[in-house]
């Protein structure tokens, strides 16, 4: 039983690996298109003023945000691909068309029992608990929807996809019968979640009193519940109410009434005020984005194994940047809630810890932008208004605590960060083998047990990833004749460690079962 729930754990694993691993290119984009339209780049290097520059930077990042938003969608596409055991494109596409359904289906219950939000002319839909999703107004569940959505059209699909039917039934057969049976469960799936969703986001803006309510201890438990909370999409629901309600206070500014963190902050920033007042520490949420996740990053690329660390400094520091610079966290996030949940849970704790300690040490600084709005607007508001300095030291400090815990949590339980997902055992001269892609193979599929008792064939980084019907009829001796840097057998389970070149070895046992 253990086996069967690691074994399931590890596939969905691999399968949340898909979807993201384009990220980190998207991650590198976003930060040209991020600091060709920054303000003070901008007034710097007067160039950048130039319309098509300025055209050019919007359609960059404005793009890239298109697949941030839309990560739900992804997942929704990417998780069956991954999860598919044969026809993986046939799999993604049913995924998408699921994801459409289960859309309209949601924003069908809403529009029948009235229950369309108005969205607000400043905040659109933000704190309503609803969303825009591809143009389709729908109960709000961020990712989890997509994830949740893509592992049942993953499992459905193979469990339905070899399904065959005889006379004029034949035609509903294989992957048409598939996607029968996601229609119904994408229907079902959206009216489900339009009755349980809601009463988690109820849930959650309950909290908002005790948050406001119990001072410092407030203010950890308000951070950490909005990092917590990002996988889910519900830490709209925590932010949301201080920045722009009155639980986030109210300023009364001659006949004129302020509420709501943000506009408090705004409204501050021209007054002749000594310092900013409390409500500024609900904008801190920004905090840990400018400084924690430098350090979350120096830790994955510190931990990964030696032969993979230039391509997780490649895959990382882009991402870091992005956190960094456009406050755009969910690519590193979701590089290790699910991997390693333990970590994500310590994360929250030290963000919401270091919102606190701004409140303990009296900084009132604008933590609430990327980097440079922030050193830019609290340099110009003054130290005595913001004491800013003590800002950046709180900021040092967070970089150096995120580095050291993630380093030893991350080695202490062996989690699969990136870089982290074989042993490490590969050297120089491993890495080096040479397989010959025509006679070789021969022996990986023989040893195997042969093409019959062959279910998939998949690949991480190194290793060659293989589910067999039979684990009696492995024969390391014949798998060992092609050149490999040890076997790893988890039940019907077989790895193959090979090293970096391991996606050429997976295509070529592919095309050898194909023609075989």
């Not at 300025?54 to 999860?83: D, E, H, K, R, T």
């Not at 369309?116 to 990712?143: F, K, N, P, R, W």
């Not at 510190?302 to 993979?308: F, I, L, M, R």
Request: net charge neutral.
């Amino acid at each position: 039983m253990k086996e069967k729930i690691l074994g399931g754990l590890e596939t969905f694993a691999k399968a949340m690996v898909q979807p993201l691993m384009y990220l980190s290119s998207a991650g590198i984009l976003m930060v040209i298109g991020v600091l060709l339209t920054n303000d003070m780049l901008v007034g710097l290097l007067p160039f950048l003023k130039w319309e098509p520059i300025q055209i050019f930077g919007n359609l960059i990042y404005n793009c890239v945000m298109a697949i941030i938003n839309n990560l739900s969608v992804i997942f929704a596409i990417g998780i069956p691909a991954a999860l598919a055991k044969k026809e993986k494109h046939k799999a993604a596409l049913i995924g998408f068309m699921s994801y459409f359904i289960y859309l309209t289906a949601s924003n069908t219950m809403l529009t029948s029992l009235d229950q369309l939000a108005q969205g607000s002319e400043m905040l659109g839909l933000i704190g309503t608990g609803q969303a825009t999703i591809l143009g389709i107004q729908v109960v709000d569940t961020s990712v989890f929807g997509g994830i949740i959505l893509g592992c049942i059209t993953g499992y459905v699909f193979n469990r339905t996809s070899q399904k065959t039917f005889k006379g004029a039934l034949q035609i509903y057969s294989g992957a048409n019968f598939s996607f029968i049976c996601m229609f119904f469960m994408s229907i079902l799936f959206g009216v489900v979640m339009n009755f349980v969703w809601p009463l988690a986001q109820q849930g959650i803006a309950s909290l908002a009193n005790v948050i406001k309510n119990t001072g410092t201890f407030g203010l950890f438990l308000y951070g950490f519940l909005e990092r917590i909370l990002v996988p889910t999409g519900l830490h709209h629901l925590i932010y949301t109410p201080f920045q722009f309600s009155d639980l986030g206070g109210v300023l009364q500014v001659g006949s004129q009434t302020v509420a709501g963190a943000y506009a408090i902050v705004m409204t501050e920033m021209n007054l002749p005020v000594e310092r900013f007042s409390d409500s500024i520490y609900y904008m801190a949420t920004g905090f840990t984005k400018m400084f924690g996740y430098i350090g979350i990053g120096a830790a994955f690329i510190h931990t990964a194994y030696k032969h993979n660390k230039k391509k997780v400094k490649a895959a990382i520091i882009p991402l870091i940047v992005t956190a960094a610079l456009a406050s755009v966290t969910e690519p590193l996030d979701f590089m290790f809630v699910f991997c390693a949940p333990l970590l994500f849970v310590v994360h929250a704790a030290i963000s919401g810890l270091f919102i606190a300690l701004l409140k303990i040490f009296d900084v009132t600084a604008f933590c609430g932008g990327n980097l440079l709005v922030s050193i830019i607007m609290n340099t110009t508001v003054g130290v005595e208004k913001t004491h800013w300095p003590v800002m950046m030291i709180l900021g040092i400090v967070q970089i150096i605590v995120y580095f050291v815990v993630f380093s030893f949590l991350i080695k202490k339980f062996n989690y699969k960060t990136p870089g982290r997902e074989d042993d490490g055992t590969i050297t120089d001269k491993e890495k080096a083998q040479k397989i010959n892609l025509d006679k070789d193979i021969e022996n990986i599929v023989n040893g195997l047990g042969g093409k019959e008792n062959i279910n998939t064939v998949e690949n991480c980084i190194t290793r060659l990833r293989v589910n067999v019907k039979d684990e009696s009829k492995i024969n390391e001796d014949v798998i060992n004749l092609t050149p490999n840097s040890g076997i790893v057998k988890k039940g019907k389970d077989i790895q193959i460690i090979f090293g970096l070149h391991v996606p050429d070895v997976r295509r070529a046992v592919e095309d050898y079962l194909e023609v075989c």
